[in-house]
């Protein structure tokens, strides 16, 4: 079946287009220095995972991105309150956001199941946007570490490698000596007051946006 027989793969078509569109786009400005970072993940060639996902959802489904994640923002995206006065930067900022407050929204599934978070660590290429990290402080309303080592899966192979070797008996041991605690970044108390109701916003955006999406679709 063609997609002019079939709307529901023709809007998946589009939206896997647009969020290619986008990639590209972000990517010339990185290019250019007109991007914020020292370093850039894309996600393109990774449209189709995030709209066939994102377009199967349920009520209370639960779709955490990782760092190649504007395709995923994109495919379950809703700009509230955009206008024309708005600037790029501004809506880079919002999707910054919308990942921090998707963190956010895990934290507290954890919060509800008895499991209090005091503290998030974060590895990986996103630990080094300290906008970013200030953001998931901010939105969390708990402190983030950043280790001396971002890079988590060569720490890790490292700290079994150690044990294996005989270095330390037990792993916990390596991690102990090998772990180094890094930087820890609080959250501005005045930021996490001012997030609380954006945040609640967030929440409600959901299924007050689902019917919508699904006429889309």
């Not at 023709?10 to 969020?19: D, E, V």
């Not at 349920?58 to 955490?64: A, L, M, S, Y």
């Not at 300290?130 to 708990?142: C, E, F, K």
Request: proline share 4%; charged share 20%.
């Amino acid at each position: 079946m063609g997609l002019q027989e079939n709307s529901r793969l023709a809007a998946h078509y589009h939206l896997m287009r647009r969020i290619r569109t986008f990639e590209e786009r972000v990517g010339e400005l990185f290019v250019r220095g007109q991007s914020a970072g020292s370093m850039l993940h894309l996600s393109i060639g990774e449209e189709a995972p995030a709209v066939g996902v994102g377009s199967n959802m349920h009520d209370g489904d639960t779709f955490r991105t990782h760092h190649r994640g504007h395709g995923v923002f994109l495919a379950r995206r809703a700009f509230v309150g955009l206008t024309l006065s708005h600037e790029p930067h501004q809506i880079f900022g919002a999707i910054i956001e919308g990942v921090c407050f998707g963190t956010r929204t895990i934290l507290d599934g954890f919060k509800d199941g008895d499991c209090t978070s005091i503290e998030m660590t974060i590895g990986g290429g996103a630990a080094a946007s300290r906008l970013w990290m200030q953001s998931h402080a901010n939105t969390a309303g708990i402190p983030v570490r950043i280790p001396e080592s971002t890079d988590a899966p060569l720490m890790g192979s490292a700290i079994l490698a150690a044990h294996g070797a005989g270095h330390f008996a037990r792993i916990d041991e390596s991690i102990e000596a090998m772990v180094k605690p890094g930087v820890l970044i609080e959250p501005d108390p005045a930021a996490t007051a001012a997030y609380q109701n954006v945040y609640q916003q967030y929440r409600a955006l959901y299924p007050a946006l689902k019917q919508i999406r699904e006429q889309a679709e």
